[in-house]
């Protein structure tokens, strides 16, 4: 597995201010993935570039706390029981129990790089490269985290930022659709967090609280994310 900064473009619709990079950890996104064969057809090539973005001081959630090792957690998923435990917060990645699921976690401390969003965010981006065992169905979940705390009680020591998850093969076949969510009364996109309530609507933000936040809808549209490529 290869891990390395890429300065691809980001593209991103506006950002919500009330919500990224203003959480507990930095917001990650799944940028693209590109898809290649091997000559083994039970084996993928994936090639996945992520996006890591944190407000610019003094908002930031990260930047200049140097004292504590920020990482990456990326996980590979195959169970279809699991993928609802994650999608609905009955788990985490840090309770993900995966004796034969691929899981990297990478240091990206000191990673933000002075490049701006609309000069109100710091982002940098990470593109990793791996092979993995090709299954029915595959999903991809990332959030940044730390480790190594010690407050004596196991929950408080669990440190994990908002998750991004992303549907690579469905059935067998790649994923061919995506969703993007929207607020309703301006019907501007939102890339931000979301989470969901009881009844089945979202809200931005990766849980409720009692600050106001808004609703955002769901739309399912065709996956240009996820790209197929030819082998070399």
Partial sequence: MVLELDQ????????????????????????????????????????VIFCVYDRKPPFNSWRGRDDI???????????????????????????????????????????????????????????????????????????????????????????YGPMVGERIYVGGQLNSTTHYFYYPDTNEEYAGPVHQKEDGSFMEGSVHTDTPHKEVRLVTEENYKIVEVATS
């Fill in 8 to 47: 691809v473009t980001w593209r991103i619709a506006k950002m919500n201010d009330m919500t990224v990079g203003m959480e507990n950890l930095p917001n990650v996104f799944i940028d693209k993935i590109e898809v290649s064969s091997a000559n083994d057809p039970s084996i993928v090539f994936l090639s």
């Fill in 69 to 159: 090792d920020l990482k990456l957690h990326i996980a590979f998923e195959y169970r279809p029981e699991v993928f609802t435990q994650l999608e609905s917060g009955i788990i985490s990645l840090y309770d993900r129990d995966a004796p034969e699921e691929p899981s990297y976690k990478n240091h990206v401390k000191n990673n933000f790089a002075n490049s701006y969003l609309s000069g109100e965010y710091d982002k940098f981006t990470i593109k990793v490269d791996t092979s993995i065992e090709k299954k029915p169905n595959l999903n991809i979940y990332a959030a940044c985290f730390v480790d190594g705390l010690d407050f004596g009680n196991p929950m408080l020591n669990k440190y």
